[in-house]
């Protein structure tokens, strides 16, 4: 940097910076108003005690302390008792249990579903079926063995 | 005393000071009163230099001494009563000049103009100050946060460097090198505000 531009603005930074000192020390050295400490007592006055979170009452403050065990022995009750009355009241829901689901083989599952529609029954036939004629027809083959006891005797007449 | 009553005695028990604390009350009290009595006009100059109002400030101030009414019973453990009230009254301006809304600068010079101490001079030439003094506080309020928070901090002649560190919760050294910064940044804007007239 130029040697004279570098004094111009050492020269320009001092003068800002008397500036700015000067501003900030009269802010800074501004008087308070009058009675300010006044207003401040009277503000803190007003203010309600409220450092504590609990706090007894004043005339339990010097008694004996038997009257603060029994306050303490009622809010205990009062406080185990409502929980009790509350837990008794309140039963956890009722779960109802699924059957075992049982896979029958070569048959369809109902895929675990809780509940399976009735089907419709199929058509019942209220009379025997006539035969057709080609069905009388049909030349019915006795079966061997009963052919084969056709040819034999009776037992009946081979004793005689 | 039966073991539950005793036991009910005992978790109903309250520190002493709690109960039978008359005395202590009005000796924390005494101590507060004194405490207002010798910094309220220093919290209100700090107050007035980041809100520039005079009711705003006195409001601070009294939040300030209010919130040092409610943790009373840790007077004792403060060391540095000042600086303590000082970093107290800074967060209280901090966050309300946060949440308010920019003034016009008239307003900034009317109220200088009103606050600011006769000291011989006219009234025009108070005007004369109290607009350059708010150009000047224009060109601060256009600085980082930190540096500018720092800026104002070193004004109070009263404050020490590392007791503005404390204040700030930074070590002295981040101090002085914001401090050089936010300088060498004021010199910017005020050679740049000048050229332009």
Known sequence: ?160 | MSASQAVFAGWMEFPKSAVDDEPRQHAEEQALAALVDEYASTLYRVAFSVLRNAADAEDAVQEAFVRVLRHRDRLDEVRDRRVWLIRIVWNIVLDRKRRAKTRPETDDVSELTRVLPAGGLSSDERAMAAQMHTHVLRCVDQLPPKEREVLMLSAFEELTSVEIASVLGITESSVRSRLFRARNLMAGLLNHSRSLR
């Open chain 1, 1 to 160: 940097m130029n040697p004279e531009k570098a004094r111009g603005h050492q020269s320009d930074f001092a003068s800002t910076s008397v500036d700015v000192d000067a501003t900030l020390r009269v802010i800074a050295n501004l008087p308070a108003p009058e009675g300010l400490e006044e207003r401040v007592h009277a503000a803190l006055r007003k203010t309600p005690r409220m450092a504590r979170v609990l706090e007894w009452p004043v005339h339990f403050r010097s008694e004996s302390p038997w009257i603060r065990t029994a306050a303490a022995a009622t809010i205990a009750f009062i406080v185990v008792g409502g929980g009790w009355g509350v837990y008794s009241r309140v039963q956890p829901a009722k779960v109802v249990a699924m059957p075992p689901h049982i896979m029958q083989q070569g048959g369809f599952s109902n895929a675990g579903a809780a509940r399976t529609p009735q089907t419709v029954n199929g058509p019942v036939l209220n009379h025997p079926v006539a035969q057709t004629p080609a069905a009388a027809h049909v030349v019915q083959m006795p079966a061997k063995r009963e052919q084969r006891g056709a040819t034999k005797k009776p037992d009946s007449v081979q004793a005689k």
